[in-house]
C-alpha cells in the first residue's frame, strides 16, 4: 500500500509533511547537493534581518548529552542579500516550500523586512520569530509577552502578502495563552518550539561555556516537552500547528502529527545526519505505508487519550 504524503499547510500544497528547520538548513540552496529538496515538504530559512548581522562570539555552540545549545546571535546574510543571491536557485525546485525566517528588534524591522520579501517571487510563507527581544520594550521577548505578541502579529499580518506563521518561544507559562493570542490577531499558523534557554557551566574555569553566557537548547532532550506543547496549542487553537523539538526519526514525527502537528520541521538532526529530513521524509511515508495509514494527514490531532 502506498500512502499520500501530501498535506495542505495554511493554503500551500506540501509534498511531505517534514520541512527542515530554521537555523539548521541555511538559506536552502546550500543543501540542493546533499538532500534532494524535491523530496521534503520544504524548509524555512536562517532568519533574515534588515541588515546582514555577524552574530555572536564563539564559543557559540556546545554539544549534549541528548542535544545542542546555541547562541549563534542571529547571524545572517540580511534580506537584500537572501533575495537577490539565494532565493533565485530555489526556482528549479518549485515543490520545495521556501519559507523565509524573519526577526528583528522592533516590530517596525519586521515589517520592513516583510515588504521587502513581498517583492520577490518563490516564497511560500513567513514564518516570524516571535523570540528576539523587543528592544521598544526593554528587552523582553516579543514571544514571551502577549501585548508584544499581539502589536508584532497584527503589524506584520497587515503587511504580508502571504500566509503568516508565528514561531513561539517555548520559555512562557503559558503556551494556549500565546497561541490563541497568535490567533486573534492574525496568524495563518504557529510553529513551536523554539530552543529553551539554558546555562552550562565549565567547572574548571567556573566560566559559562558558551560566550553569550546563555544559550538555546535544542535537539532530542527537549522532544517530550515540544510535544506536550504542540498537544496544548492544538487544543486551543484551530489555526495549523507547525510542530518542531528534538524530531531524530520518522516516529518522532508522527508523535508530533498525533499532538496536532499538521506538519514538523527538523532542526538539530541535521547537524549529526545533514541528510535527516530527506531521510525523515522518506521513513514516514514508509511508516504510514507500514500501518495503513492512508494519507499523513489522517494523524494530525489523533492522540487518544481515553485510554489508561
Ligand atoms: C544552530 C541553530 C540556529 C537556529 N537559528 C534559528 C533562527 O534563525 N530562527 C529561528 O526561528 N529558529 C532558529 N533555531 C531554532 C530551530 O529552528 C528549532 O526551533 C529548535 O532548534 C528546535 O528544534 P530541533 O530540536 O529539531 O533543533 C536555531 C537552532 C539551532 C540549533
Not at 3 to 27: K, M, N, W
Not at 45 to 60: C, D, H, I, T, Y
Not at 85 to 95: E, V
Amino acid at each position: 500500500m502506498k500512502s499520500d504524503q501530501r498535506v495542505t499547510f495554511c493554503g500551500i500544497e506540501l509534498v511531505s509533511p517534514v520541512l527542515a528547520a530554521s537555523g539548521t538548513f541555511g538559506y536552502g540552496i546550500e543543501f540542493e547537493e546533499i538532500v534532494s529538496l524535491d523530496k521534503i515538504g520544504g524548509f524555512v530559512s536562517k532568519g533574515v534581518s534588515l541588515e546582514p548581522m555577524a552574530g555572536n562570539q564563539a564559543p557559540r555552540i556546545i554539544e549534549t548529552p541528548a542535544g545542542m545549545m546555541n547562541a549563534i546571535g542571529l547571524q545572517n546574510i540580511g534580506v537584500k542579500a537572501f533575495i537577490e543571491k539565494k532565493l533565485p536557485g530555489l526556482s528549479r525546485y518549485p515543490t520545495c516550500a521556501v519559507i523565509v525566517n524573519v526577526f528583528g528588534y522592533q516590530v517596525s524591522d519586521y515589517v520592513e523586512v516583510i515588504r521587502q520579501l513581498n517583492d520577490a517571487p518563490g516564497i511560500a510563507a513567513y514564518e516570524i520569530n516571535a523570540s528576539c527581544p523587543n528592544t521598544n520594550h526593554g528587552g523582553m521577548t516579543f514571544g514571551t509577552d502577549p501585548a508584544s505578541l499581539d502589536e508584532l502579529v497584527t503589524a506584520t499580518k497587515a503587511i504580508a502578502t502571504r500566509p503568516l506563521i508565528v514561531k513561539l518561544s517555548p520559555n512562557v507559562t503559558s503556551i494556549p495563552t500565546m497561541a490563541a493570542c497568535c490567533q486573534t490577531a492574525g496568524a495563518d499558523a504557529i510553529s513551536l518550539v523554539n530552543t529553551f534557554v539554558s546555562l552550562a557551566i565549565d567547572i574548571e574555569t567556573r566560566r559559562p561555556r558558551i560566550a553569550n553566557v546563555t544559550a538555546g537548547l535544542s535537539g532530542p532532550a527537549i522532544k517530550p516537552i515540544a510535544v506536550r506543547m504542540v498537544w496544548e496549542a492544538a487544543k486551543t487553537v484551530k489555526i495549523p500547528i507547525l510542530g518542531l523539538g528534538g524530531i531524530t526519526s520518522a516516529e518522532d514525527a508522527v508523535e508530533f502529527l498525533l499532538a496536532g502537528a499538521t506538519a514538523v520541521q527538523v532542526g538539530t538532526a541535521s547537524y549529526a545526519d545533514p541528510r535527516a529530513v530527506e531521510r525523515i521524509a522518506r521513513g514516514l511515508e514508509h511508516w504510514c505505508a507500514r500501518h495503513h495509514v492512508e494519507r499523513a494527514a489522517d494523524l494530525t490531532g489523533k492522540l487518544d487519550t481515553t485510554r489508561g
